[in-house]
């Protein structure tokens, strides 16, 4: 009787495990090839955080976004649209190659930065130029 108890913990402990490591390595996003959740204005996305980012990032945090919007700024590995939206590129030759002022980007929304008063994009790709 007492084996059983002893061998039904251990099957148990085991489920656990191989949970709680498929849990913590699972596989990364592919934002690229992710639909995206929503496509809006630079202006737009800008817009709705200005009213409340509590309400924004319920709305796209973690979310694919595309966002159409004017180049302000190009980085080493950023961009920045419309003055407000922090881009950050997976890969930034495609747009440092290409002098256009209009922009169509895809990226996940990782949140509003107080500090600098920009709202952030991670894993971002360049639709058209």
């Known amino acids: 009787m007492n084996f059983r108890k002893i061998l039904f913990s251990i099957f148990f402990l085991l489920i656990i495990g ?11 996003r592919n934002v690229e090839l992710e639909k995206a959740s929503f496509e809006l204005s630079s202006l737009d996305f800008i817009d709705q955080y200005s009213a409340s980012v509590e309400d924004a990032n319920t ?13 302000s700024d190009i980085d080493n590995n950023s961009i920045l649209l419309d003055d407000q939206i922090r881009c950050y590129l997976l890969d930034s030759t495609n747009v440092l190659a290409n002098n256009k002022t209009r922009i169509q980007i895809k990226g996940r929304c990782i949140g509003y930065d107080e500090l600098l008063d920009e709202i952030k994009l ?6 058209k130029n």
């Open 122 to 127: 991670d894993q971002c790709v360049v639709i």
């Open 59 to 71: 709305k796209f945090l973690d979310q694919v976004i595309i966002l159409h919007g004017a180049l």
């Open 18 to 28: 191989a949970v709680v490591f498929n849990y913590i390595y699972k596989d990364h």
